[in-house]
């Protein structure tokens, strides 16, 4: 079974940073693709970034390139997602999920029970 838990959200200054974190267990993580998206209050899903462990190939949604970084960790089968320079407009809650090569939320069958990020004075 897919369990996917995430941590590490929390309330934070404009221009301040926060890392998100993601444990992962019941598939081959070091083989996977896996995937970040957000949820803003009042609108849908939103894909944010992706990354290929088995490549390291990363790829990011414009309005977080430069300022967002994923990465994974093979031994701890944990994925990652370092953000910095955070703005109001990125609070959302933020979801891992397993698989990669979509911006589509319904291509996703696994996600983790998400985690709130609030950019705020």
């Known amino acids: 079974e897919v369990q996917l838990v995430e941590s590490g959200g929390g309330l934070v200054q404009p221009g301040g940073s926060l890392r998100l974190s993601c444990a992962a267990s019941?598939?081959?993580?070091?083989?996977?693709?896996m995937s970040w998206f957000r949820q803003a209050p009042g609108k849908g899903l939103e894909w944010v970034s992706s990354?290929?462990?088995?490549?390291?190939?990363?790829y990011y949604a414009d309005s977080v390139k430069g300022r967002f970084t994923i990465s994974t960790d093979n031994a701890k089968n944990t994925l990652y997602l370092q953000m910095n320079s955070l703005k109001s407009e990125d609070t959302a809650v933020y979801y891992c999920?397993?698989?990669?090569?979509?911006?589509?939320?319904?291509?996703?069958?696994?996600w983790g029970q998400g985690a709130q990020v609030t950019v705020s004075s």
């Open positions: 999920a397993k698989d990669g090569g979509s911006y589509f939320p319904a291509d996703f069958g696994s």
């Open positions: 990354i290929y462990s088995y490549s390291s190939n990363t």
């Open positions: 019941g598939f081959t993580f070091s083989m996977s693709a």
